[in-house]
């Protein structure tokens, strides 16, 4: 993280990032050079820090979706839930509705990924109980529904707002300030927290239906509360960064292969490698093209897709998927 935020159109010597990091968090030392500390601490920290906290968000909610609906090939936007949040953003762009309601993007992103989430929980629901297959299909089409009223409204936009809307959907920390990164943090800790204290109950749903029952695990009820954290979030870091994908796809997996299917260690470990593996992509995206700069969306799904094949390729567990 340290490095990110050395390397960018100017070049920051690592003495120098660490000594104007320090002097912001303990308030001792002097700041050499004022434009330095102003790219550095105003523009480049709060930057890496959120692309640290969306990528450990993505990778933990990938595991555990995973788990929950019994799929290798689900991930955070299997549910809808980045078509509920681009549908809120693309709003707020393009219409008058978000300003007049006092919307900011990230506030409408939010609620929009909430709604998605709470209606394909009552979709996926059969006789009261969420079931993994009909959850999965639910989130498909509700997403494919929402997908089609948000492209709708970019065919109403503008050239420069249709810029901005392409730009926010393929996902982006350029925007990132220090007063979003509190929440951002809370949500992210807690919620991975929360979700870690489940690790063995997630191991029994490995198991099977039948098999976690009979160990004592109220599956239909875990599934609910995990699927809850899990949408809370992926609500939370796609509002504040757009859609990226293949992260919460392709990090739990590369986890898997080095650690096991343990959640107890998959967890934690996932949301390390989510946060560097984030980072680093960041990195690369304001650098490859600098002083122009890449959305994350596109260097995720030049990285994922070829990792995804070969996977396919390696693992014959996934030929019955």
């Not at 070049?11 to 002097?30: F, M, Q, Y």
């Not at 709708?152 to 990132?176: H, I």
């Not at 304001?286 to 260097?299: D, K, M, S, Y």
């Amino acid at each position: 993280m340290v490095i990110a935020v050395s390397i960018g159109a100017v070049n920051v010597p690592l003495r120098d990032v660490w000594s104007i990091i320090w002097h912001h968090l303990s308030g001792d030392g002097r700041v050499a050079d004022p434009a330095l500390d102003q790219i550095v601490w105003n523009f480049r920290t709060p930057r890496v820090v959120l692309a640290a906290l969306v990528g450990a968000g993505l990778a933990v909610s990938g595991v555990v979706l995973q788990a929950v609906v019994a799929n290798p090939l689900a991930d955070p936007y299997v549910l809808g839930v980045s078509s509920g949040a681009s549908l809120g953003a693309v709003i707020v762009f393009t219409t008058t509705a978000g300003a007049l309601g006092g919307l900011g993007v990230s506030t409408a992103a939010f609620l929009g990924a909430i709604g998605a989430m709470v209606l394909v929980f009552l979709l996926g629901q059969k006789r009261g109980r969420l079931a993994p297959t009909r959850l999965v299909l639910s989130g498909v089409a509700v997403g494919y529904l929402l997908l089609a009223a948000t492209s709708y409204l970019q065919l109403r936009a503008t050239p420069t707002e249709l810029r901005t809307v392409m730009f926010w959907m393929l996902g982006s920390v350029a925007g990132a300030k220090w007063e979003q990164l509190p929440i951002v943090t809370t949500v992210v800790l807690t919620t991975t927290v929360a979700l870690a204290l489940f690790g063995r109950r997630l191991n029994a749903l490995l198991a099977g239906d039948e098999s976690a029952t009979a160990l004592g695990v109220d599956v239909h009820r875990l599934r609910a509360v995990l699927l809850v954290l899990a949408s809370l979030l992926t609500g939370t870091v796609i509002a504040v960064a757009g859609g990226i994908g293949f992260v919460g796809l392709m990090i739990p997996h590369l986890v898997r292969l080095a650690v096991g299917a343990d959640h107890r260690r998959l967890l934690p470990l996932a949301a390390v490698v989510g946060a560097t593996y984030l980072v680093l992509v960041d990195l690369l995206s304001r650098t490859l093209t600098r002083p122009n700069e890449l959305p994350l969306g596109i260097l995720t799904a030049l990285f994922g897709a070829p990792f995804f094949l070969w996977l396919l390729r390696r693992n014959k567990s996934l030929d019955s998927v």
